[in-house]
C-alpha cells in the first residue's frame, strides 16, 4: 500500500470542522467516492485507508471523512437522537466531492455509516450513482427480530454490500433476505471467516469493496425501466 505520508499522501481539508482527507488520482479523475466509518471509529481506520487507496489508484478521487458525531467527540458511539445530522454530514460530504470531480459518484460507509449513508440516499434517490456498504449493520448483535430495513424498500440506487461471514450484525441469509426488499439492483460480497471489521489486511476487503462495484456498476442493467451509470475503472 502506498505511503500515506509520502509524496501522494491526500490533502487534509476543511469539512464542517471534522477531520477530512481528499485524495486525488494521479491519473484523471473518473468519478468519486466519499467514505465514511462506523459507530466504534473514525476516518482513519485502517479499512478506510486502504479502500481509499485502492480506489485512488483506479482512477477515482475519494473523500475520506469524519461524521458529525465523531466530531463533537473524539470517542464513544452517535446518540440516536442525533442521526440526522450525521446524515446531513453526509450530504455535505457528497456536494464537496462533487466540485472536486466528475462522472460517477459514489459513497462509501462502514457500519453505522453505511447505514445513515442508505437512509439519505432512500430519501434522496439522485444524492450519489451508487452506494459501497461495508459490515452492514442489519439488526444489533443477537436481535434479529430488530431489523433495520424500513428504508429499504424506498431505495432506488444500486448498492454494493461487502459481509462478513462471522459478522454478529446479520448473517448472510438475513443480507440476502433484506437486499430483495431494494428495487434497485444489489450485490452482496461475502468475505468467508471476516467479522463486522473485515480484518482489511487478512482479507484484502478494501480489494473486494472495488471488484464489487465494477461487477455490479459496470454495466447497465437488464431492467430497462432502472439507469446504472457507467462505472469502469479500466478507462
Not at 452506494?131 to 424500513?150: D, N
Amino acid at each position: 500500500m502506498p505511503d500515506l505520508d509520502g509524496p501522494d499522501a491526500p490533502a487534509h481539508i476543511e469539512l464542517g470542522g471534522g477531520v477530512a482527507f481528499l485524495h486525488t488520482p494521479s491519473i484523471p479523475s473518473r468519478g468519486g467516492l466519499a467514505l465514511t466509518h462506523g459507530a466504534g471509529g473514525n476516518c482513519e481506520s485502517l479499512l478506510l485507508q486502504r479502500i481509499a487507496t485502492v480506489w485512488t489508484a483506479a482512477g477515482f478521487t475519494v473523500l475520506r471523512f469524519d461524521l458529525p458525531f465523531r466530531v463533537r467527540k473524539p470517542k464513544g458511539p452517535p446518540h440516536p437522537s442525533r442521526s440526522a445530522e450525521d446524515r446531513l454530514g453526509i450530504v455535505a460530504a457528497i456536494e464537496r466531492l462533487r466540485t472536486d470531480t466528475t462522472g460517477f459518484i459514489a459513497f462509501g460507509g462502514h457500519s453505522y455509516g453505511g447505514r445513515q449513508g442508505a437512509m439519505i440516499a432512500a430519501e434522496r434517490p439522485d444524492l450519489v450513482d451508487g452506494l459501497v456498504l461495508t459490515s452492514y449493520p442489519l439488526h444489533p448483535p443477537g436481535k434479529p427480530e430488530k431489523a433495520r430495513t424500513q428504508h429499504l424498500p424506498e431505495l432506488r440506487t444500486p448498492t454494493v454490500v461487502v459481509h462478513g461471514t462471522r459478522d454478529p450484525f446479520g448473517t448472510t441469509a438475513e443480507l440476502s433476505a433484506a437486499l430483495t426488499l431494494v428495487p434497485a439492483p444489489t450485490l452482496l460480497v461475502d468475505i468467508e471467516g471476516a467479522g463486522h471489521d473485515l480484518a482489511p489486511v487478512k482479507y484484502d476487503a478494501a480489494a473486494k469493496t472495488l471488484d464489487g462495484a465494477v461487477s455490479l456498476f459496470g454495466s447497465p442493467t437488464s431492467d430497462s425501466s432502472v439507469v446504472v451509470p457507467l462505472f469502469d475503472p479500466s478507462r
